[in-house]
């Protein structure tokens, strides 16, 4: 499923495969854009060549990139092609430029891109939080926030909540960390536990081999009864419609049979824990919207996407505006009927296709946010990818807006929470009714504490210093996939 574009002329005659999608998903552990240091060079790479792929890069940018008047008229095409793409971008600066950029990125390997986007990874199986051992301290841990089913660190024993403080026998420390959690496949984790307001080291070690893994966003769901309702609760982890290959979204038909469930458990009241999502398809997240929404339709709206002025007339020639609109759908599953609101888990991780749902609902019913600000990600961007396959790189240029049915896209800053909770440095497993955020979610329904107060928590006195859920492919992205798009 590719996008390709080489000039306007061109594209007006050419049959294409896109994927479209809220990029920018970080690939260092601190940031939220890739690096040049992330993207293998071509170091054999001639000026000629250079010249070749830029040239592929720029002709595409001006095409397709929101903010396509903004690209320098007459750029280098002699750079590697990582760098002239960073070159070519209306850069976020929070002081001079801030709707500027955040979010497009490059990468030297499309086709590896595709099963990252679909939850096939290399990996140990478990994402996890980074902080400072203290304050000023050099030292570093990684607190497990959730540990995949089936995957190499559950079989090992490694558990949500677990503290890491050292691999390979050396401890971690702001200077090693991202080269010992990062490099390689083999892995020996050393222990720490919190006694008091201290981190202690201990003896316990695992050995852990990340291997190639397909992740099921469906993490968890259960029905909790509290005095005369029934509350459905899901933890869901990214929005990916099926595994990497398949055709039948699998992984949206688990979901409909959860809804299905909640339906004819006679659920009330709905808990929906994306604080560790960082986004996905779009089409994923209109299917689940569609189960939730009160009253909805594929005759309401649930967003529609505003593109540059340069190729939103050819878009609206071939296809009319219909183009630019997601409704929602039509589900026998749908539980609407049976709420008046809906409470979602949130924290920095909570992103694009994930902040879309809120932003979708809100027009529909009372949308109740617990935890921390979300990321604030409404502007979106397609892979390009050359299905010549003479020029191996893809990248995922902005191109579009995001507005809800009442014409709100305000949350670039994030959505701030109704109510306040921190996650604790004692992290208890997800689906616990004691569980800082899903508790303060219960102790709602069950009317026990005001609604909207805001919450008490200690939270976790740690700096944090990044997240492995940033190195996710898709991770702060919306994706958007189309079929035979013509021009």
């Known amino acids: 499923m590719n996008y390709t574009r080489r000039t306007t002329k061109e594209l007006l005659h050419q049959q294409i495969w896109s994927i479209l999608f809220m990029a920018g998903f970080a690939l260092s552990l601190s940031a939220c854009k890739k690096t040049t240091d992330d993207v293998t060079p071509q170091t054999s ?10 040239s592929w890069i720029l002709s595409n940018m001006r095409d397709v990139y929101y903010w396509n008047t903004k690209i320098p008229a007459n750029p280098d095409t002699t750079l590697a092609p990582d760098v002239f793409f960073n070159s070519i971008l209306n850069t976020y600066n929070a002081t001079s430029n801030p709707d500027g950029d955040r979010f497009s990125w490059i990468e030297n390997d499309a086709s590896t891109l595709t099963a990252e986007l679909s939850g096939q990874t290399t990996t140990t199986g478990m994402e996890y939080n980074l902080y400072l051992r203290s304050s000023g301290s050099t030292g570093v ?66 050995s852990v081999t990340a291997t190639t893994f397909q992740e099921n966003p469906v993490f968890l769901d259960s029905i909790y009864t509290v005095g005369s309702k029934k509350v459905g609760y899901l933890v869901y982890n990214q929005f990916v419609p099926g595994a990497n290959g398949s055709e039948a979204d699998e992984y949206d038909a688990q979901v409909d049979a959860v809804f299905s469930n909640f339906k004819a458990q006679g659920v009330t009241e709905l808990v929906l824990d994306l604080r560790y999502n960082p986004g996905g398809y779009t089409s994923s997240s209109a299917n689940m919207a569609s ?12 967003f529609r ?46 992103a694009s296709a994930s902040e879309l749902i809120i932003n979708g609902l809100r027009p529909y019913m009372t949308v109740t946010t617990i935890g921390t600000t979300t990321y604030g990600k409404n502007v979106g961007s397609i892979t390009v990818t050359d299905d010549s396959g003479k020029i191996k790189w893809g990248m995922q240029p902005i191109v ?21 909770v921190d996650e604790p440095i004692n992290l208890l497993p997800l689906g616990d009714t004691n569980e800082d955020l899903l508790n303060t979610a219960l102790s709602q329904i069950s009317g026990s504490v005001a609604s909207g107060r805001k919450a008490t928590s200690s939270g976790n006195p740690l700096i944090n210093l990044g997240s492995s859920i940033q190195r996710k492919a898709g991770g702060h992205s919306m994706i958007r996939e189309l079929k035979s798009l013509k021009f």
């Open 45 to 54: 790479a001639t000026t000629s060549e250079n010249q070749t792929i830029d």
């Open 141 to 206: 841990i990684a607190q497990v926030l959730y540990v995949l089913p089936g995957s190499p660190a559950q079989l090992a024993g490694i558990k949500r909540g677990d503290i890491i403080s050292k691999v390979n026998s050396q401890l971690l420390t702001t200077s090693n960390y991202s080269d010992l959690l990062l490099t390689g496949t083999t892995f020996t984790f050393g222990f720490a536990t919190i006694s008091g307001s201290s981190l202690v080291d201990t003896d316990k070690t695992i």
């Open 291 to 302: 189960l939730i929404g009160k009253g909805v339709s594929s005759s309401k709206l649930y």
């Open 305 to 350: 996407e505003e593109w540059n002025t340069s190729i939103t007339p050819l878009l609206q020639q071939a296809y009319g505006s219909s183009f630019f609109i997601q409704n929602f759908l039509d589900k026998s599953q749908n539980i609407g009927d049976n709420l008046s609101r809906v409470f979602v888990l949130t924290t920095d991780h909570t």
């Open 400 to 420: 579009f807006k995001s507005y809800n049915s009442l014409g709100q896209s305000d949350y670039a800053t994030g959505f701030t929470p109704s109510i306040e």
